[in-house]
């Protein structure tokens, strides 16, 4: 009955080769978000999904892009990885801003 | 801007022990949303306990509840009864009620729980 799920788990990706990470919920949530989270540090937001309106944070680098086709998926883009993009990517969702955030398990991203 | 401070990195507490976890924050917003969050190592970060600013009572939630001072700003999170699932990296957030962007969670740094058997 996972709510929020997120793939895969664990990724490697080649230095500058573009990676897809993606997000699935079965909450019906308006509301969609991708954070980063770096060892030892509190998560980091991206940029978030209210419905198709795409926010995103003014210190995100352009090399990170999302789409969301629709209610139920949401997909982080990084378009040519560095090595300081290895991290743990979360998904949550909420149904309106103001409600709880459910987080994935994360996909912990690993560059070479 | 919104600050969230919480000054304990790590903290350990005895099984079935009661621990308390400090948060303090800054703002100048009457009405708001505070928030921890517990994320189990490599686990799932999961919502352990809310509080809106407009209600004076403390939350609760099982074993878990907050002192929320709100004149103070501070808002510590007390386990009673610590068991070793409570292990975790604990996460105090804030958030604004008012409408636009400032509706994201601010995030303290974590303070990391162990629970000794």
């Known amino acids: 009955d996972a709510m929020v799920i997120q793939n895969p788990r664990y990724q490697v990706t080649q230095f500058g080769k573009p990676v897809t990470l993606s997000c699935s919920q079965t909450?019906?949530?308006?509301?969609m978000y991708w954070y980063q989270q770096k060892s030892s540090q509190a998560p980091k937001l991206l940029f978030h999904?209210?419905?198709?309106?795409?926010?995103n944070e003014a210190d995100t680098p352009d090399n990170f892009q999302s789409r969301r086709p629709n209610t139920s998926f949401c997909f982080l883009d990084i378009r040519s990885p560095g090595l300081g993009d290895a991290a743990m990517y979360l998904c949550?969702?909420?149904?309106?801003?103001?409600?709880?955030?459910?987080f994935g398990d994360g996909t912990r991203l690993s560059i070479l | 801007a919104q600050t969230v401070t919480q000054s304990q990195p790590e903290m350990s507490v005895q099984e079935a022990e009661t621990v308390t976890l400090s948060c303090t924050y800054d703002?100048?917003?009457?009405?708001?949303?505070l928030f921890w969050y517990k994320q189990p190592p490599s686990r799932q970060m999961i919502l352990v306990i809310r509080?809106?600013?407009?209600k004076q009572q403390n939350a609760t939630e099982n074993r878990f509840s907050v002192n929320f001072q709100k004149a103070a700003k501070s808002f510590s999170l007390k386990i009673s009864d610590s068991q070793l699932g409570d292990a975790a990296m604990y996460f105090c957030?804030?958030?604004?009620?008012?409408?636009?962007?400032?509706?994201?969670?601010?995030w303290g740094l974590g303070t990391s729980l162990a629970v000794n058997p």
């Open positions: 999904y209210y419905d198709k309106d795409f926010n």
């Open positions: 949550a969702t909420s149904r309106v801003m103001r409600q709880p955030q459910h």
């Open positions: 509080q809106e600013a407009y």
């Open positions: 909450l019906n949530h308006n509301v």
């Open positions: 957030a804030y958030r604004s009620h008012n409408a636009g962007n400032n509706r994201k969670l601010i």
């Open positions: 703002t100048s917003e009457s009405d708001y949303y």
